[in-house]
Nanobody, 122 residues
Framework: QAQLVESGGGLVQAGGSLRLSCAAS????????MGWFRQAPGKEREFVAA??????SAFQSDSVKGRFTISRDNGILYLQMNALEPEDTAVYYC?????????????????WGQGTQVTVSS
């Protein structure tokens, strides 16, 4: 059974950094686009960043552009988060889609992790 597992979340002060990781098991996602989403309490799931299957194409939401970087290496998806703000507080989810190119739409993703909590204090 395919599974995505996120790690690296935690509590950090505003201006700090965290790196999230997402590891896959049960099947290979080497031919799949992958992405990061987040959901804050009382809000809908929000796109953060996505990357194509080969890592050559990536894009981020405007709210994190210049601060967050998505990457993938040896089957692990990463999200480097710098200059964190209290507004970045949310549960962060890793997702994979069967197609090769990323998307900002959650409905286009087929596999989801359980999420990792990121809390940014002011």
């Amino acid at each position: 059974q395919a599974q995505l597992v996120e790690s690296g979340g935690g509590l950090v002060q505003a201006g700090g950094s965290l790196r999230l990781s997402c590891a896959a098991s049960g099947r290979s996602f080497s031919m799949s686009a992958m992405g990061w989403f987040r959901q804050a309490p009382g809000k809908e799931r929000e796109f953060v960043a996505a990357m194509s299957w080969n890592g050559r194409s990536a894009f981020q939401s405007d709210s994190v552009k210049g601060r967050f970087t998505i990457s993938r290496d040896n089957g692990i998806l990463y999200l480097q988060m710098n200059a964190l703000e209290p507004e970045d507080t949310a549960v962060y989810y890793c997702a994979a889609k069967k197609g090769p190119y990323g998307s900002k739409w959650p409905d286009e993703y087929d596999y989801w992790g359980q999420g990792t909590q990121v809390t940014v204090s002011s």
